[in-house]
């Protein structure tokens, strides 16, 4: 049974260790987004002909492609100040008090997730971020009264995976709301060619781009893919990743030509041959491979949507007439005489 998490966007405990090494700290270093790097670098560049604090801002995109390093580029081009949380870390008022409370002046605070923030301390966010204060309740009862602490203007940042789940009063509390999309091969094979300077391996031009064909449109699995194969070819080669060697690695890791893997697979196959084509409903589709359906919406389903294999539609989910020429499934007459919809 093949690694799940090889293709998944989200950040692994074993990221941890790599990412800081191979993370840009410039713009000028960061490749792609081309457009939403000139946005950030005329806010970057005006902050620092006024010397004041950036207008904040919200970034939003699949997880995986620099969100995180964005902010901490942001932070190092002002040459200011760096602090991170994350919407599940700030459970309660006082926590966020208490990070708002040491910030200093034009500094980035970063929030991870940030669409899972709490409601009430979602609403202690506003004013933080809009008049650059916290009210905090003092004593309780009768007595009780709000003192209001003034803070350093300083510079919000943050990121959601789910722009739709940042309440309107949120996201509108952020000048610059920007979107990152996935990343062309051309690019990835920029990124791979980097990481593997950074990481002392030897990779040939075509080895480079396999892995940035595979790594579906990610930056983050393009590094994931790019530790794999080195170990393989340290353990079963030369040392020297070559297109040869690259894809073998990949294929043991049971990662196909488009970056598809066993469970990508099984979602298509299950659509195509046991549901006609569909349209079937997420949690059947679930329910037929074993898997959680939240872990389908969020982590498969949108590449698949991408490549053009699936469709989300009211009446469930539906494959294309491109997944069943793929899959080489021959479509089927479904109920009542019907061929399926594409």
């Known amino acids: 049974m093949p690694d799940r998490h090889v293709i998944s966007g989200d950040r692994q405990p074993e990221d941890l260790q790599f990412e800081a090494g191979l993370r ?86 970063f929030i991870d997730e940030i669409h899972r923030l709490l409601p009430d301390v979602e609403e202690m966010l506003y004013s933080a971020l809009e008049d650059f204060r916290v009210d905090i309740l003092v004593g309780a009862g009768p007595g009780a009264r709000t ?33 990152l999309d996935p990343y062309a091969v051309d690019e990835l094979q920029s990124i791979v060619d980097r990481s593997a300077r950074l990481l002392n391996a030897e990779i040939d031009d075509a080895a480079a781009e396999e892995i940035a064909r595979r790594c579906r449109g990610t930056p983050r699995i393009a590094n994931r893919l790019l530790r794999r194969v080195r170990d393989y070819a340290q353990v079963r080669a030369d040392g020297r990743i070559t297109q040869s060697v690259a894809q073998t690695a990949l294929n043991l890791l049971d990662v196909d030509r488009f970056g598809l893997d066993e469970i990508d697979q099984k979602i298509m196959l299950t659509i195509l041959e046991k549901y006609r084509g569909g349209p079937v409903g997420l949690n059947t589709v679930a329910a037929s491979i074993s898997e959680e359906p939240d872990t389908i919406e969020e982590v498969y389903e949108p590449y698949l949507i991408q490549l053009g294999f699936l469709n989300r539609t009211p009446r469930g989910r539906e494959a294309t007439a491109l997944a069943f020429e793929h899959f080489k499934v021959k479509p089927k007459i479904g109920n009542g005489g019907q061929p399926p919809l594409f």
């Open 24 to 109: 840009p700290r410039r713009l000028a270093e960061f490749t792609g987004q081309s457009k939403l790097k000139q946005n950030l670098s005329i806010a970057i560049e005006a902050a620092r002909m006024r010397g004041e604090a950036m207008d904040h801002v919200l970034l939003y995109g699949p997880p995986g492609l620099g969100k995180t390093t964005l902010a901490s580029i942001i932070a190092e081009e002002l040459a200011v100040a760096f602090s991170a949380t994350s919407g599940p870390v700030l459970q309660k008022k006082l926590d966020l008090t208490g990070i708002l409370s040491n910030i200093r002046a034009r500094q980035v605070f």
């Open 147 to 179: 003192h209001s602490l003034p803070l350093p203007k300083f510079t919000g940042i943050g990121a959601t995976t789910r722009q739709g789940l940042v309440s309107a009063p949120l996201r509108g509390r952020f000048g610059l709301v920007l979107r």
